[in-house]
Every structure is written in structure tokens, then in C-alpha cells.
């Protein structure tokens, strides 16, 4: 089981039981604004959890459970995923975090974690982020943790801003 933790933050894979905790995160307009799927449904988010899972059964990574180290608190997910980009299976970082803790670096400090994790653990050679331009927080996120945007194409019928972080050398 993967268990990252961080100064503030603790990262570990999601079971079924988060249900409750995360679908008020995922229900929250906010912060859904510029996710294709828009708000979710309990079912989406039973199918989302179920997802992650079978991710972390293939690929060994996924999208992971973001805690507060603190109290244990669930504050949204982050971490890898393989997503068809442009025709191609690519690994692709992805964040969500409960809107009552935007700008206080969690972001941040939660994909920078993963974007480690994925190229010390997993060997990957370089991890993608996906955007809307006006998700400005979430470029500035991006940007934050060394990706550099590489170009403009259409994820989910919607253009989007690609970036790119390589492993190190």
C-alpha cells in the first residue's frame, strides 16, 4: 500500500469507506468547476473510489486519499493516473482538495509529493498536467512543481492547456 507523507500531509491509496468523506468534496460546485464530469453524484463517486482502486491494482499508483496529518481528515485526492491524452495511455497528475483549504499550499505541497513518488517509486521518465487556462490556481500549481506547458489539445471535448515535468536526471 503506498503511504507518502509530506510535512502537513499524509497520502495513502482510498478504500471504499472514504465514500462519505469525499463525496461532499466532490459534490461541492466550487470545487467541480472545471472537472468535465461537473458536480458528483454518490454514484459517481462510488464508481470514481472504484476506479482508483483498480489503478493501484494495475499500475501500482493512482489517484491517492490526501489527509491532514494532524486529525486524519480527508481533504480531496492527488496523485497519478493513466488517462488517454491525444490517442496515447499517458500518466497524468490530478488534484482535487476541499475548497475550505485552497491557498494554503496543500496543493501544492500534495502533487509535488506524488510527482517524487512517481519518479523515485514507479520509475516513470516524465508525468503530464492537464488544464483549463482559466484554472489559473491550478496552473499556478502546476507550474509550482516544475511543468512547463507544452501545448494546447482537447481532453474530454474541452481544450486544454498540457504541461510536462520530466524525471530528473
Known amino acids: 500500500m503506498v503511504w507518502i507523507e509530506t510535512s502537513r500531509l499524509i497520502l495513502r491509496e482510498f ?8 463525496l461532499p ?7 467541480m468547476k ?6 458528483n453524484s454518490v454514484e459517481q463517486v462510488q464508481a470514481r ?3 482508483f482502486i483498480a489503478c493501484y491494482k494495475e499500475f501500482g499508483f493512482g489517484k491517492w486519499a ?3 496529518k494532524e486529525n486524519h481528515q480527508l481533504l480531496g485526492y492527488c496523485g497519478i493516473a493513466v488517462e488517454s491524452i491525444d490517442g496515447k495511455d499517458e ?7 476541499d475548497s475550505r483549504y485552497w491557498k494554503q499550499g496543500l496543493a501544492t505541497e500534495a502533487a509535488s509529493a506524488a510527482i517524487k513518488c512517481g519518479f523515485d517509486q514507479f520509475g516513470l521518465s516524465y508525468i503530464l498536467g492537464i ?6 490556481a491550478s496552473v499556478r500549481v502546476l507550474e509550482k512543481i516544475g511543468m512547463r506547458h507544452q501545448r494546447t489539445t482537447i481532453f474530454h471535448e474541452v481544450e486544454m492547456d498540457l504541461y510536462q515535468v520530466n524525471a530528473p536526471a
Do not use: C, W
Not at 34 to 39: A, K, L, N
Not at 131 to 136: A, F, G, K, M, P
Open 25 to 31: 468534496i466532490l459534490a461541492d460546485p466550487k470545487v
Open 49 to 51: 473510489i472504484a476506479g
Open 91 to 97: 500518466k497524468e497528475l490530478g488534484y482535487r482538495l
Open 66 to 68: 490526501v489527509m491532514l
Open 34 to 39: 472545471f472537472s468535465p464530469t461537473g458536480v
Open 131 to 136: 488544464v483549463e487556462r482559466e484554472n489559473t
Open 15 to 22: 478504500q471504499q469507506e472514504d465514500l462519505h468523506d469525499l
